[in-house]
């Protein structure tokens, strides 16, 4: 597979080409910071960097778990945190972000590493999406933008502006609509506003026309609450970058100017583009190659960098898995158990829902790293109890897993397993067959289309195991690759399963 970073002084879009979904990203001295949704999933808020807008690396989150707790003990693939923004005002890193069925929240922190502060509820209510903070350095004003779910709140295509005090913890008044899309002609789902101050102007730069079909809208006004005026500013036209949807804005110390965005790829999810950016006589914005895409470009004006992504490999060094894991509801005492070698060590964790891994909070997940690639991972189920299973999974809203199971007597046996996306209860993909050790190496294979095929090695070499599965995204969420250990509900002492040498392969 051909990287971003093309070693020649040039990239190849997408830079991210994994689900980073609705990125925002913020310029800090020599550093660029990026952050994106994490939904249900935690830790959230993801935090990558970068020093050339190419090269790109995941130093951690921002949000260890997600509140209110009690709403998220189960997997909420959908809800949580939706596109946050990030900011760096005052000495400080902001993030503030919309779940949309409880309101707009932020957190901050003094160094991008944290302490990040527990999040702050800045405005309740239900179907507050895509905030966005934006602090006036002429007048010492600040604000805030927002979109609306209306799946929650009965509302879309409207953009609300409140202002803000300078600490970020009230609203100063009850808001009003900047932007109604339903009085611009052509425009609906108008949702992701990024807020910023230029040229004397207030800029909104959001997206409408909807995530598959839609385009990117750039809006101006003179005073913060309207009238704005409108332009498309990047759309598809004759390029295979479908969207192209929301993202965020971001000048380098040396002047230039870039916007991050991202591409929805079905069951890849969204992987985000870097587009170059200037401003036309008449003082808007140009996104890409005068308004379309850029496959292939220069690199932006700033130092060569080592080419980097974000990690996937993991020898889980002490029983500790990498930033790159994420687990489906907020994690649980007890799911991974310590030790002093590598490996995670997993619980089989007693469930009711055991049987479907839709509905397992104690799933520890990754995005698909690419189009195609290959990924590994050594198992051994520890324990005799009947039932006791673990492995390795494609994860959305149909799954295929492949991994190993104790039997009525004991036995260790392969098994592999599919639930479509209607679907309440598992299928077998392939007949069992023994596990003589209760160990097993599993291999996903990842082809054109997001088609994968199963293998497994249980001491004779690998072999296929069904038919090419064809992995389905989430409502808003990328397919997932995940690791899981579960038991049926019974005694407390299940067993434990034991996942070494994660590998991937492009």
């Not at 609300?160 to 052509?186: F, K, Q, Y």
């Not at 230039?256 to 079905?266: P, T």
């Amino acid at each position: 597979m051909i990287g971003a970073d093309l070693g020649d002084g040039t990239y190849r879009n997408p830079v991210l080409a994994a689900d980073w979904s609705d990125p925002d990203v913020v310029c800090v001295g020599d550093d660029f910071y990026l952050t994106a949704s994490s939904f249900g999933r935690a830790p959230g808020l993801p935090l990558l960097h970068s020093r050339d807008l190419v090269n790109w690396t995941l130093i951690g989150h921002a949000l260890n778990r997600l509140e209110p707790e009690e709403a998220f003990t189960a997997p909420r693939h959908d809800c949580g945190v939706w596109a946050p923004s990030i900011r760096h005002h005052d000495g400080r890193f902001w993030i503030f972000w919309g779940d949309p069925d409880h309101g707009v929240h932020q957190i901050n922190a003094p160094d991008i590493r944290g302490p990040w502060s527990r999040p702050h509820l800045l405005k309740a209510g239900k179907g507050l999406i895509d905030a966005c903070p934006l602090w006036d350095e002429e007048t010492g004003e600040a604000y805030l933008v927002h979109a609306w779910a209306k799946s929650r709140s009965g509302v879309k295509n409207r953009l609300t502006g409140h202002r803000m005090s300078p600490d970020g913890r009230h609203l100063l008044d009850e808001g009003r609509v900047l932007v109604d899309g339903d009085r611009i002609p052509g425009w609906f789902t108008l949702e992701g506003p990024k807020l910023y101050r230029h040229d004397g102007w207030f800029w909104i730069l959001a997206p409408a026309g909807g995530v598959e079909t839609g385009w990117q809208g750039a809006l101006r006004a003179r005073d913060f609450f309207g009238p704005y005026e409108e332009r498309v500013v990047l759309a598809q036209g004759g390029t295979d970058v479908n969207g192209p949807h929301q993202g965020g804005w971001v000048r380098t110390r040396r002047g230039e100017d870039w916007f991050l965005h991202f591409q929805q790829r079905g069951a890849y999810g969204r992987v985000v583009h870097l587009q170059p950016m200037c401003w036309s006589d008449d003082g808007w914005p140009v996104l890409g190659d005068e308004g379309e895409p850029v496959l292939v470009h220069p690199k932006p004006d700033l130092p060569a960098q080592p080419v980097s992504a974000p990690a996937t490999d993991d020898d889980f060094p002490g029983g500790r898995h990498g930033r790159q894991w994420q687990w489906t509801a907020n994690p649980q005492a007890g799911w991974t158990t310590s030790h002093h070698a590598d490996g995670l060590r997993l619980t089989c964790v007693r469930t009711h829902t055991a049987q479907d891994l839709r509905r397992m909070p104690h799933v520890l997940t990754q995005r698909l790293p690419a189009t195609s690639f290959t990924a590994e991972v050594d198992l051994s189920l520890a324990g005799a109890e009947p039932g006791a299973k673990a492995g390795f999974a494609v994860l959305g809203d149909a799954y295929s897993w492949i991994g190993l199971e104790r039997g009525h007597d004991g036995t260790a046996w392969l098994v592999h397993r599919f639930a479509e996306t209607t679907a309440e209860e598992e299928r077998d993909a392939a007949h069992p067959r023994p596990a003589p050790l209760g160990t097993a190496r599993l291999r996903i294979e990842v082809g054109a289309g997001a088609r994968c095929r199963f293998h497994a090695d249980t001491g004779d070499g690998f072999r296929p195991s069904g038919q090419p599965f064809a992995a389905t995204p989430w409502r808003w969420v990328g397919a997932l690759l995940g690791l899981f250990a579960s038991a049926p509900a019974g005694r407390p002492d299940a067993g434990t399963a034991l996942f070494t040498r994660f590998r991937t392969t492009r």
